[in-house]
């Protein structure tokens, strides 16, 4: 059982809000303009900077924001409620249980340093590889040692989650929160998911149902 990492596990309103406030943005202008950017389709999360601030170099301000004591994650602090006791049903259940999904630098690090009981941390960053290229999907099997379709893959993004996980051969879990889902989604069927849940707590029903 593999989880992709922002708004699967992560809340990212946090750090999101604080990317606001460093530009000068009120927060509902940031947050209006990043759902324009989802709803567009064919472009980066990233490209809301270029919006506000054309000049603005992302990579050398989020190391000007890590050295400020900013931080991308905080654990168990950013964790959405239902992840902790999901992690341990899924694990009590008898699967292993690994966290991919593309990050920047810093993401394994901060993963292995907040406890968390799994099996295999990989990200975008130290994998050198992005989804929803099959590449990366390859990687979680060839890491985990197993077929395609022993693995499910849980996440929020179809585009960059569902339909390469499904394609891939595994079992693709959508979990519909978080802006992408909704924009993406909303209310209506997910394309190539196995299921479609609104909590992690779902989950193991889902599994059980499956086995």
């Known amino acids: ?3 992709d990492l922002g708004e699967t596990l992560v809340d990212e309103t946090r750090v999101w809000g604080e990317w606001a406030d460093a530009l000068g943005i009120p927060r509902l202008t940031f947050f209006a303009v990043l759902g324009s950017t989802i709803a567009a389709g064919d472009q980066p999360h990233t490209a809301v900077f270029p919006i506000f601030r054309p000049d603005l170099d992302v990579r050398a301000a989020r190391r000007e924001r890590l050295a400020s004591g900013k931080q991308d994650w905080r ?3 950013d964790l959405y409620p239902d992840v902790l006791d999901t992690l341990r049903a899924v694990r009590a259940a008898g699967y292993r249980i690994g966290i991919a999904g593309n990050q920047p630098d810093g993401a394994d690090e901060a993963l292995h340093g907040a406890g968390i009981d799994v099996d295999l941390i990989g990200s ?3 994998w050198g ?3 929803p290229d099959p590449a990366f999907f390859a990687r979680i099997a060839h890491e ?3 077929p395609p379709e022993r693995i499910a893959y849980v996440g929020d993004r179809v585009d ?3 339909i390469p996980a499904a394609d891939a051969g595994m079992v ?3 979990l519909r929160r978080g802006p992408w889902a909704w924009i993406q989604v909303g209310r209506g069927t997910t394309p190539r998911a196995a299921a479609t849940i609104d909590s992690l707590a779902e989950l193991p029903q889902v599994l059980a149902r499956a086995t």
């Open 124 to 126: 975008s960053a130290s």
């Open 75 to 77: 654990f168990p602090d």
């Open 1 to 3: 059982m593999v989880f």
């Open 172 to 174: 693709a879990i959508h």
């Open 129 to 131: 590889v992005e989804k």
């Open 160 to 162: 960059n989650d569902i």
């Open 144 to 146: 985990l040692d197993l």
